[in-house]
């Protein structure tokens, strides 16, 4: 039995099938910080030709498992710009054909209220919202200005019939200020309780909200977050998502004995891909999460796996690269090492804090 259990719980999290029969459900997947460091420039032009960037193979190995999810959504850590003049650290500014990648690798919704998303102020925010739009992408966090915002909060998608609501919030923009009426979604606990409460009385039976927190490269989440995450939890919402520490933080089921049902909090899911360098920040987790609806027609949050990832840097003749944990053959030898050491400390982490959130593929 427990062999059939191991099985069925691996067909899930790769092809989105939750368990035998058609009974209503959703599989969510969520991934960290997308950015893009000089380096990964210098790279995809590289690569490139006529002046392109080319990031074709980046997400070739995890975009089955992405494409597989009915919605998923990654952090876009990066303004998109327009060029000629793309950079890094500290001010980002990415090609269109980089947001293009992680669409075509099966990403669905990209959160742009980060500390980044005014690194190339208000003119490459609004290019950037203006580019997602073209690019199909959904897209939530920041807005042209205060009415847009007012406009188009709440989001509600509908995802295999459930009305699944987002919200997306940042600390911060690193000081820098809007100068032309750029509007953030900024972490206000008056006004994510009202968009909160917006959004349920818009009709969504699950609400997502996701987090721009915490302090960076520290591996254990601190007290002002776990205060926000028990004030979501009071408001009502189902999922948690944070991001920002750049490295992975616990994941933890709690109860909302309130409204009687699970509520799932994860704190940091790392970087996604990065030219980052020391060992914690090589990667990254992604988290799978399951929507169902009970006996009574009631949608409601019901389990999550989680797995990690490895941002491998280009070795001969590749681009910077996604591996799966659980494909440890496509790391190159060069870099197994650093898996090495990424995994072991992710590992320590989620096996001593996480609370009923497992991991899908086993011990590394």
């Not at 876009?76 to 950079?87: A, K």
């Not at 099966?106 to 690019?135: E, I, P, Q, S």
């Amino acid at each position: 039995m427990t062999l059939l259990i191991t099985l069925f719980s691996l067909i899930s999290f790769i092809t989105g099938a939750d368990s035998i029969g058609s009974a209503p459900k959703a599989e969510l997947l969520f991934v960290g910080d997308a950015m893009q460091h000089q380096a990964q420039l210098d790279r995809a032009k590289q690569l490139g030709s006529n002046g392109t960037y080319d990031y074709s193979d980046c997400f070739s190995l995890i975009a089955p498992t992405v494409i597989a999810a009915d919605y998923a959504v990654c952090n876009l850590e990066v303004p998109l710009g327009g060029g000629p003049d793309y950079s890094g650290y500290p001010c980002f500014s990415a090609p269109d054909s980089y947001a293009e990648a992680l669409r075509d690798a099966g990403f669905d919704m990209m959160l742009t209220a980060n500390n980044h998303c005014l690194d190339r102020r208000d003119k490459a925010a609004r290019r950037t919202l203006k580019a997602l739009d073209r690019m199909g992408i959904d897209h939530i966090g920041t807005y042209h200005d205060a009415a847009q915002r007012d406009s188009l909060v709440p989001f509600i998608k509908d995802i295999n019939g459930f009305k699944i609501g987002f919200l997306n919030y940042t600390y911060g923009t690193n000081g820098i200020q809007p100068n032309d009426g750029i509007e953030v979604s900024l972490i206000d606990r008056d006004r994510m309780a009202k968009e909160i409460a917006a959004t349920r009385e818009n009709g969504a039976e699950i609400i997502v909200v996701t987090m721009h927190w915490g302090i960076e490269y520290v591996l254990l989440e601190n007290k002002p977050q776990r205060d926000l995450a028990d004030f979501l939890v009071e408001q009502g919402v189902d999922l948690i998502i944070g991001g920002h520490p750049h490295v992975i933080q616990p994941m933890k089921v709690v109860r909302n004995e309130k409204l009687d049902k699970d509520v799932l909090v994860v704190y940091s899911l790392g970087n996604f891909i990065s030219n980052m360098k020391t060992a914690d920040t090589r990667g990254g987790a992604l988290v799978k999460a399951t929507v169902i609806r009970d006996k009574d027609g009631k949608a409601k949050f019901s389990h999550a796996f989680y797995d990690t990832l490895f941002a491998a840097k280009p070795d001969g003749k590749s681009n910077y690269k996604v591996i799966p944990s659980w494909m440890p053959e496509k790391i190159p030898a060069l870099q197994m090492n650093h898996f090495l050491i990424f995994e072991r400390g992710a590992s320590k982490i989620f096996d001593k804090h996480n609370v009923n959130v497992p991991r899908l593929h086993g011990k590394k």
